[in-house]
């Protein structure tokens, strides 16, 4: 599914050069969990971001490769990434209220990913069921606008009147009433296909009352449902892959539990390839099959989980197991290294 | 439903700012001697003075004449107006059209143009699209808009006879080619309804008459003309408030391009535009937005100044020509009348600001204090209405039980926080400060205190030099930074120069050896060598009446050259004292209404409000004319006022914000008492905003100060000050001699300039944030 081969990427910043990551070799299979596991700074989070050209203008590909399905995306031109993001690849990020758009409703944020990914189903669907495809109310701007044109035109109203001209401000009373007008006359509307579906992927991440959830705004809700809403606007453009960077981080004990049966889920259903990237080994052992260590922009170590838990080899992999916390008399016994682990 | 709740509430708490505005409007009115004279005109007899003096009950005591001024506000008899011979009433309803019309089509221009280029400024951001939007911006802020206004005037309408000098409209085709009705006063839109014209913009014509209708709309010439003298009063106007949006726009867009979200919807596949418009400027619109009330009081205060310069009829204009004049009752009712507009703006974009932002609270908290403040007031208006003398009692009731209210609730804080006396203290050794700089002893202060410490770090050297290190090494960490930023080392030097000039300036220019003072300029300079044009370098010797003038001379023979040169000294003077006494005052009260918050907060919150509500030049105008002082000092009184409460609200917001933070929490919670947490944590935390605010406002200061001086309200008639120079020049502006405004309005737009150029570098250095 996706490849990276001796990935170097290198940030120009005043101070000089910075080379976040240094020769990164992955290969995350068809219908897998790989995890991604390393310390904070180690390149985890901008290998990700590489795959998708989220990184800032400092940042530049030395060297190296990175294929989707066989193609090479290195090089790819704009308009392809656009195609990539969303469509092809969806990613979840750490902080979900501030990846989350605080003045847009759940509905228009996920609204926004369907149509972009998803038109010739959202117009088989209106066609099917002889419904609007994107809204359902016509003739409206943004609240905002709105508003501001209403105030407007009450101003202008109170100053003709004062100023004794009435008839100047009829336009603006007859404006004035167009809208409640509207409003009345569109009280009651069917669901477009657009928020049809919007719905349907609330509930495939099973939010409870996906209706309540589409039109509240991101911080009307809790960390978990934050996050959950953040997978299905990932999964709405049927992404074949999910990059999850550190999914987890910023949500407590019993909701990080809850989000990553969800993500095992979602991945055994749908059969997508998932790339998991944590520091917590616990979840690695519980979720993934296969697993990569990165230490200081590099690989140290790849392969199944068994094996890299049962067998490590690299000093960095032990080090990193050995810190575990353990209980009773083994945690007395856990030796102490302070070769790794400093950056 | 709860916007509407949100809507009452905020419109309730108008009714106190209003009721506030008048204390003031009232208390202004009485400094200036007969009560009575908003009342009479040229033709009230004796009889009908009495009479008036009765009606009005002038001979009451105070509170009584103030329930009836209240009463006269609101029944709209404003008195009549000496300078235009008209009821004030009647004359705001007229002028107000004229200065509004001016307004809107500035604001629009500004917030059209202003939008869009800080978006662009900000997507470009640190290229050169970015930098040259900048320099724009902030010339915008540093250029006095007067001088802007005359150098237009000079350039577009007299050089190149392009657009009309001044006023509203031709007289001649207005008023006798062919008449047309005004109805609304907005001649824009006279000029376009108007039926049966002559030229028609909208006419049926042939077609029509052959249906036997005539229907015709509009009339060309008329809008034309119209629209050619709003073209350079508007330009100017925009330009002012288009520069402090574009750099709001221009810091917000930079903020939310930084935010997670923006992550996200690259992470969807959109493009970079639709990223950049959706979610980046609708997110960066929220606070400005909110900032575009203050931009309207922005355009009320340059109103006054742009009407003068081209003679526009409205509020403004009028407003100078009735404090030229002391016509009290016009200055009163346009301090109330631009109080009240300003006042409606901001309700407007507050509600605005809630429907925008879904974050908002709009329950807020209705607390105990707010709620009676605002029934008590409201109670009052109608009581007072009904009756004065029910008024009265009411009136003096409710401000006893306020006050009793307050000594008792002080009273009993001290009480059971013996250990707090310091804040009463930390108030009282304000006040002193305050005291001693406007009265000059502050500099004997100073002394002392610089004698004392350098006696002490003589004495103990060798502890000082260990503490010192690390501060040198912060020192050169900082100039490595300036020496980065190119813009703030022009700043400097910019401020250098001037301190420079300021400071030899008896070298630069010397006085005649029999002036009295350097800074009067009538014993130096002789009447006979009157604008003299400039001769730069080709002057033989000193800048004189014998050797010609460097930069020329004003009409009555002042050397231009020698009043910049002592002028710096005066704008150094007035705004060293207005920024340091006002910082003081603005930082213990703002720290602490913000630290404490509560009962003392809401009140000092709401005078705040009144002071700002009414705009700093009209206020600061409004202060001068009414005393009648028009000595320096007194400038610097109405500066101050002028500018604290702007700034305490700065402070405790910063305050408020830093008392929420986590390690304040935690010295709270290590047994720190409050005294040391304000001290220690707060204030120092403050101080980077307060450092930048007052660099800037160094520059600020002496915008207004100009300002002041342009209109004639600048300390002596012949005192070595920028805006009164430029004053002298308008009046020849017809005669081309340009040099007499345009050198003065140079050195105001660069001292302003360099300020600002430092303040925005001294907030890149002093933000550890920005340290890497």
Redesign the interface.
């Known amino acids: 599914m996706l490849e990276i081969e001796g990935l170097e990427m290198h940030f120009r910043t005043?101070?000089g050069v910075i080379r976040a990551l240094d020769g990164v070799d992955l290969t995350v299979k068809d219908g897998e969990i790989f995890g991604l596991v390393g310390e904070t700074g180690c390149g985890k989070s901008v290998t990700c971001y590489s795959v998708?050209k989220?990184l800032p203008g400092t940042a530049e590909v030395v060297r190296g490769s990175i294929r989707l399905n066989g193609e090479d995306i290195t090089d790819a031109p704009?308009w392809r990434?656009?195609?990539?993001?969303?469509?092809e690849i969806?990613?979840i990020?750490q902080?979900p209220l501030?990846?989350?758009?605080?003045?847009?409703t759940i509905n228009e944020q996920i609204g926004?990913?369907l149509t972009?990914?998803q038109d010739k189903e959202l117009r088989e669907l209106a066609a099917g069921r002889n419904i609007p495809t994107y809204r359902s109310k016509k003739w409206s701007l943004?609240?905002?606008l709105e508003?501001?044109i209403m105030?407007v035109c009450f101003?202008f109203l109170a100053?003709?009147t004062?100023?004794g001209?009435f008839t100047?401000g009829l336009p603006f009373l007859v404006m004035i009433g167009l809208f409640f007008l509207r409003d009345y006359l569109q009280r009651n509307l069917p669901d477009s296909a657009l928020d049809l579906m919007v719905l349907e992927a609330l509930s495939r991440v099973k939010l409870p009352n996906p209706r309540q959830v589409a039109s509240s705004?991101p911080?009307e809700l809790s960390g978990g449902m934050q996050q959950r809403v953040?997978i299905a606007?990932a999964l709405a453009?049927r992404a074949r892959m999910l990059i999850a960077d550190e999914p987890t981080t910023a949500l407590d004990v019993t909701i990080q539990a809850q989000i990553l049966e969800l993500i095992k889920d979602i991945q055994k259903e749908t059969g997508m390839s998932v790339l998991l990237i944590t520091h917590d080994l616990g979840v690695v052992a519980e979720t993934c099959e296969r697993v990569a260590v990165m230490y200081a922009g590099r690989i140290v170590e790849q392969g199944p989980v068994d094996e890299i838990f049962t067998n490590p080899r690299h000093e960095y992999t032990k080090a990193l197991l050995a810190s575990i916390p353990k209980g009773g008399e083994e945690r007395l016994k856990a030796p102490l290294t302070e070769e790794y682990g400093a950056i | 439903m709860r916007l509407w709740i949100y809507v009452a509430r905020r419109l309730a708490l108008t009714i106190p700012v209003l009721l506030g505005v008048t204390l003031i409007t009232f208390s202004l009115s009485h400094m200036m001697g007969d009560p009575l004279a908003p009342y009479i005109t040229e033709k009230t007899t004796e009889e009908q003075a009495a009479a008036l003096r009765i009606k009005h009950n002038l001979d009451e005591p105070l509170p009584v004449q103030y329930v009836t001024y209240l009463r006269n506000i609101m029944t709209f008899e404003w008195g009549f107006s000496k300078t235009i011979n008209q009821p004030v009433a009647d004359a705001v309803?007229e002028k107000f059209?004229a200065t509004?019309e001016l307004s809107i089509l500035a604001f629009v221009v500004a917030v059209g143009t202003a939008i869009p280029l800080g978006i662009f400024s900000s997507v470009r951001h640190n290229r050169w699209e970015d930098h040259g939007i900048r320099l724009f911006a902030l010339f915008g802020s540093a250029i006095p808009i007067f001088w802007l206004a005359l150098v237009l005037k000079y350039v577009v309408s007299f050089q190149w006879d392009l657009l009309p000098l001044g006023d509203r409209y031709d007289p001649i085709l207005w008023e006798v080619r062919e008449p047309i009705e005004i109805?609304?006063?907005f001649l824009l839109?006279d000029s376009l309804?108007v039926s049966g014209a002559s030229s028609p913009i909208i006419s049926l014509g042939a077609l029509g008459s052959y249906f036997g209708i005539e229907w015709s709309r509009g009339s060309l010439p008329h809008f034309m003309d119209a629209l050619k003298h709003m073209i350079l009063p508007a330009t100017v106007l925009a330009y002012g408030s288009m520069a402090t949006t574009i750099r709001l726009m221009r810091g917000n867009m930079l903020d939310v391009l930084g935010?997670?979200?923006i992550?996200?919807?690259?992470?969807?596949?959109?493009?970079?535009t639709k990223v950049t418009m959706k979610?980046g400027a609708?997110?960066a619109?929220?606070p400005t937005?909110t900032l575009l009330g203050m931009g309207f009081a922005g355009l009320i205060n340059g109103s006054v100044l742009t009407e003068t310069v081209f003679t526009w009829p409205g509020l403004g204009y009028w407003a100078i020509l009735a404090m030229r004049n002391l016509d009290v009752s016009a200055i009163l009712a346009y301090t109330l009348f631009s109080a009240v507009l300003y006042i409606f703006a901001n309700l407007?974009v507050d509600?605005?600001y809630a429907?925008?932002?879904?974050?908002v609270e709009l329950g807020g908290h209705l607390s105990v204090g707010e709620i009676s403040i605002v029934s008590l007031s409201m109670l009052m208006l109608l009581v007072s209405y009904l009756d004065i003398e029910a008024g009265v009692w009411f009136g003096t009731g409710a401000l006893l039980f306020c006050a009793a209210f307050a000594v008792y609730f002080t009273i009993s804080w001290l009480w059971k926080n013996p250990e707090d006396i310091w804040l009463p203290a930390l108030f009282a050794g304000t006040l002193f400060l305050v005291w001693t700089i406007l009265s000059g002893f502050f500099m004997f202060i100073v002394y002392f205190f610089l004698l004392v410490y350098s006696i002490y770090i003589i004495r103990n050297w060798h502890d000082i030099k260990l503490e010192i290190t690390p501060r040198l090494d912060e020192f050169w960490r900082a100039a490595y930074q300036v020496k980065?930023n190119p813009l703030t080392i022009l700043g400097l030097w910019i401020v250098i120069f001037f301190l420079a000039v300021a400071a030899l300036a008896p070298i630069l220019a010397p006085p005649a050896e029999d002036q009295r003072d350097p800074k009067r300029m009538e014993e130096h300079f002789d009447y006979n060598f009157d604008l003299q044009p400039p001769c730069y370098f080709s002057c033989t010797g000193n800048s004189g009446e014998k050797d010609g003038y460097v930069l020329g001379s004003t009409n009555r023979g002042y050397d231009i050259y020698y009043g910049i040169v002592w002028g710096s000294r005066t704008s150094l003077d007035v705004a060293i004292k207005v920024v340091v006494t006002g910082t003081f005052i603005a930082t213990v009260i703002g720290v602490i209404s913000g630290y404490y918050g509560g009962r003392a907060d809401e009140v000092i919150m709401r005078i705040t409000d009144v002071f700002i509500a009414i705009p700093g030049l009209v206020l600061a105008l409004a202060i001068i004319a009414v005393t009648g002082e028009r000595s320096i000092e007194y400038l610097m009184y109405a500066l101050i006022i002028v500018w604290w409460p702007g700034f305490t609200r700065i402070i405790r917001a910063e305050a408020l914000r830093i008392r929420k933070l986590p390690y304040v929490e935690a010295a709270k919670a290590a047994g720190a008492s409050d005294f040391r947490i304000i001290f220690k944590h707060v204030l120092p935390n403050c101080m980077t905003s307060i450092i930048v605010i007052a660099t800037m406002d160094m520059g600020g200061i002496v915008l207004t100060l100009a300002g002041l001086g342009f209109l004639g309200f600048g300390g002596a008639a012949d005192l070595a000050e920028w805006g009164k120079l430029v004053a002298f020049g308008q009046e020849h502006l017809l005669a081309g001699e340009w040099w007499a405004f345009f050198f003065p309005g140079l050195a105001i737009a660069l001292w302003a300039l360099g300020f600002y150029l430092l303040g925005d570098g001294v907030r890149d250095i002093l933000d550890p944030r920005q340290r890497?």
Request: glycine share 8%; no cysteine.
């Open positions: 005043y101070d998708l989220l704009e990434m656009r195609e990539i993001r969303g469509g969806g990613i990020f902080d501030s990846a989350l758009n605080p003045v847009m926004e990913i972009l990914h943004s609240p905002g508003f501001t105030a101003a100053l003709f004062m100023l001209q100047f705004y911080h953040m606007m453009g | 309803r059209a509004l109805k609304t006063n839109i309804v935010q997670d979200y992550r996200t919807a690259k992470s969807k596949g959109l493009s970079g979610h609708s997110n619109m929220i937005v407007i509600i605005l429907f925008l932002d879904p974050r980065r890497s």
